[in-house]
């Protein structure tokens, strides 16, 4: 499968307990997003990258939340301290560099904090 | 700030109908305007639409964007019940810091 990936798919954890996410997009795209979906609502956005450097973070990405790409490939969404409002859908999509801006999506992590 | 807009939030109709959805933006630096189906899980792309006036179709389906009045519909014609989903646009912005800024999606139910 060439699309991009994601693991693990569900996490359930204890509040206060950190989880980190991981995203791997499609080979040769150099722009990875991280979005936030909570039921009935469109995904948010939390943070872009391009190759390796983090471009943009949205406010909503509190101190709790952090995001790394490495090298350039694949991603980690980490949440320290996780509160139940941190329970949602967290997408990941890639897009390849400039001419092409369709993002594609990965399957997702839910969480579920309790 | 970036605004996505659609309407209706949600839709029920009957197998066979003609559906229009409606997506309008506030969208600084634009540079296209994008459909998606979700269903159960990730959103899958369905248009991206750059150009004002020129109709993108796929079966089915059909989008067109208004650029001048900041729009853009998505009609699903002979509807099925596999229509049924969360239909998103998003507006996508250029520049270094582009991304997709989503409107809170419509839910469609087709019955049979």
């Known amino acids: 499968d060439t699309g991009v990936s994601q693991d693990p798919r569900h996490k359930i954890t204890k509040r206060g307990q950190n989880v980190t996410f991981r995203c791997d997009p499609i080979?040769?795209?150099?722009?990875l997003y991280w979005y936030r979906q909570t039921l009935g609502q469109g995904p948010e956005f939390l943070t872009y990258?391009?190759?390796?450097?983090?471009?943009?973070k949205s406010r909503l990405l509190s101190d709790r939340f952090s995001a790394e790409r490495p090298k350039g490939s694949f991603s980690t969404l980490e949440i320290q301290r996780t509160e139940q409002g941190d329970s949602a859908m967290y997408l990941c999509?890639?897009?390849?560099?400039?001419?092409?801006?369709?993002?594609?999506f990965g399957q997702g992590t839910r969480l579920t904090v309790v | 700030e970036d605004k996505v807009v659609q309407s209706p939030l949600s839709l029920v109709v009957h197998e066979g109908d003609t559906v229009t959805l409606n997506c309008s933006y506030e969208?600084?630096?634009?540079?296209?305007l994008l459909w998606y189906k979700q269903e159960k899980k990730a959103p899958t792309f369905l248009f991206m639409l750059?150009?004002?006036?020129i109709e993108k179709k796929s079966g089915r389906l059909s989008s067109i964007l208004d650029k001048k009045e900041l729009f853009s519909i998505l009609n699903i014609t002979a509807t099925q019940t596999g229509d049924s989903a969360i239909y998103l646009c998003?507006?996508?912005?250029?520049?270094?810091?582009?991304?997709?800024?989503f409107g809170k999606g419509i839910t469609l139910s087709v019955r049979p």
């Open positions: 999509a890639s897009s390849p560099p400039i001419g092409g801006t369709e993002a594609f």
């Open positions: 080979s040769e795209h150099n722009r």
């Open positions: 990258f391009q190759n390796e450097a983090q471009l943009e």
């Open positions: 969208v600084t630096n634009f540079r296209s």
């Open positions: 750059t150009s004002s006036g």
């Open positions: 998003a507006g996508y912005i250029t520049g270094a810091n582009s991304k997709l800024t």
